[in-house]
């Protein structure tokens, strides 16, 4: 008996909402395509959380070199 690694119509069972499900699993291609905008909106968010945590600590790093330095603070407006 050979292992079939075609997905066809056999290999697929109707689903309660009239949709078909798979027998066999997906591969991560088809798993990144079928999810792809949720992919994005996810890492769209924790990159920009990223780049803002990394402008507030590079303000703080400043602001601690500026005060090492005895030169004044500065406000983030300014920064």
């Given at each position: ?14 689903d ?53 330095d ?10």
């Open positions: 008996m050979a292992l079939s690694t075609r997905v066809d119509n056999r290999n697929k069972l109707p309660i909402h009239g949709r078909s499900r798979r027998t066999q699993p997906a591969t991560f291609a088809e798993i990144l395509s079928s999810n792809d905008s949720a992919f994005k909106k996810c890492y769209k968010s924790l990159f920009l959380g990223l780049i803002d945590f990394d402008i507030i600590y590079a303000f703080i790093l400043y602001n601690c070199r500026r005060a090492a005895g030169k004044p603070k500065m406000t983030h407006m300014q920064f």
